[in-house]
């Protein structure tokens, strides 16, 4: 069983669509999560880090539910710009002292005009 | 801030070279870096974890013998990827994290460095 899995996608949508990502982790001990953007042939860049409580930055929310190790992201009134891979990350070590990070396969998300 | 360059942006090589893959952070000092591998369509793999002034720890499966990691300075590491053959061909990218308290943990990645070997 891979860490940290999620659907690759793609997930083709229009325009103004709400749209949802999930993503499973293995490791209960984990304490940070994050969701990453990646565009094609680039790095990654962080989009928000995960919280229990949930957070929401703009037009993307992020929710963790530690019992099922599952963790979304909702992204509401997609943008063409929105295009792009969307990675799950874990820390799975306890502290976070490491900084080591696994990475999920990615979502791959297409807004059509 | 917190920018990190890589250099070369891309390189091609032939079968049996060695090539040396450069990691800087610019406007802070890192006491870790990080290098990963992502294959086409496959997530990024952590391949090493690099302290300044120490050895880097290997993830399994990663040889160190091939993949040389030096971390000379708070500002500088380099992958050097030893008798590459085509199946080295991949995107190599480093990120580097930020010298502050232990707990925080957010990291910054360089561009990249796509190595094709052929």
């Known amino acids: 069983r891979k860490e940290v899995e999620q659907d690759p996608g793609p997930f083709n949508v229009p325009e103004g669509a709400t749209v949802a990502f999930n993503c499973t982790y293995s490791n209960s001990a984990s304490q940070s999560f994050f969701w990453y953007r990646q565009d094609c042939r680039k790095e990654p860049k962080l989009l928000m880090s995960?919280?229990?409580s949930g957070n929401e930055d703009g037009r993307f929310t992020a929710q963790l539910n530690r019992a099922s190790q599952y963790i979304s992201l909702l992204i509401r009134d997609s943008k063409l710009s929105d295009s792009a891979t969307y990675l799950c990350?874990?820390?799975?070590?306890?502290?976070?002292?490491?900084?080591?990070?696994?990475f999920g396969q990615g979502t791959t998300l297409q807004v059509k005009p | 801030g917190a920018v990190v360059s890589q250099h070369p942006s891309w390189v091609i090589c032939k079968s049996g070279t060695s090539v040396k893959i450069e990691c800087r952070s610019l406007?802070?000092?890192?006491?870790?870096m990080f290098w990963y591998r992502q294959f086409p369509k496959q997530s990024l793999m952590l391949m090493a974890t690099?302290?300044?002034?120490?050895?880097?720890?290997?993830e399994q499966g990663v040889e160190k013998d091939k993949f040389l990691i030096n971390h000379a300075s708070l500002t500088l590491s380099t992958l050097t990827v030893t008798s590459a053959h085509p199946e080295d061909s991949s995107f190599y990218i480093c990120s580097a994290r930020e010298k502050r308290e232990a707990s925080y943990n957010e990291q910054f990645f360089g561009p990249g460095t796509r190595l094709t070997v052929l």
């Open positions: 990350v874990v820390n799975p070590t306890p502290s976070g002292n490491t900084g080591k990070l696994i």
């Open positions: 690099s302290n300044e002034g120490s050895k880097a720890t290997y």
């Open positions: 995960v919280y229990s």
């Open positions: 406007d802070f000092q890192a006491t870790t």
